[in-house]
C-alpha cells in the first residue's frame, strides 16, 4: 500500500511565497515521474510541474518562472516552491505519479490535496 501527503499549503497574500511538500510512504519499490497538479473551483485539474526521477523538470507555462519543483529521493519527497503568487493560483494542488511496488505492480497514485489561497 501506498500513500502520498501533501504539506504546505495556506492563505498567502498575492506576491508571497509558499513551499508545499509531498511524501510518500509505504511498500515502494521505485518512484519516477512526480508532477504537481491543481484544480481551482469549477475548473478541471491540470498540470502544474512535473521532475523526473533523474531530476528533469517541466512546467506549465503560468507558472514558470515562479514555481520551482524537486525532489530527495532518499526521503521519497518532492516539493513546490512557489514564488510570485497571484490570484489565480488559488486551488487545490496534489501531487501525484507512477510509483511501483514491491510487488512490482505500477500504479499512478494521487495525495488528497492541500489547499492554497492567495488573496488579492
Known amino acids: 500500500q501506498v500513500h502520498l501527503v501533501e504539506s504546505g499549503g495556506g492563505l498567502v497574500q498575492a506576491g508571497g511565497s509558499l513551499r508545499l511538500s509531498c511524501a510518500a510512504s509505504?511498500?515502494?519499490?521505485?518512484?519516477?515521474?512526480m508532477g504537481w497538479h491543481r484544480q481551482a473551483p469549477g475548473k478541471q485539474r491540470e498540470l502544474v510541474a512535473t521532475?523526473?526521477?533523474?531530476?528533469?523538470?517541466n512546467y506549465a507555462d503560468s507558472v514558470k518562472g515562479r514555481f520551482t519543483i524537486s525532489r530527495d529521493n532518499a526521503k521519497r519527497s518532492v516539493y513546490l516552491q512557489m514564488n510570485s503568487l497571484k490570484p489565480e493560483d488559488t486551488a487545490v494542488y496534489y501531487c501525484?505519479?507512477?510509483?511501483?511496488?514491491?510487488?512490482?505492480?505500477?500504479?499512478?497514485?494521487w495525495g488528497q490535496g492541500t489547499q492554497v489561497t492567495v488573496s488579492s
Open positions: 501525484g505519479g507512477p510509483i511501483t511496488t514491491m510487488s512490482v505492480t505500477t500504479s499512478y497514485y
Open positions: 509505504g511498500s515502494i519499490l521505485s518512484i519516477n515521474t
Open positions: 521532475i523526473t526521477s533523474g531530476g528533469s523538470t
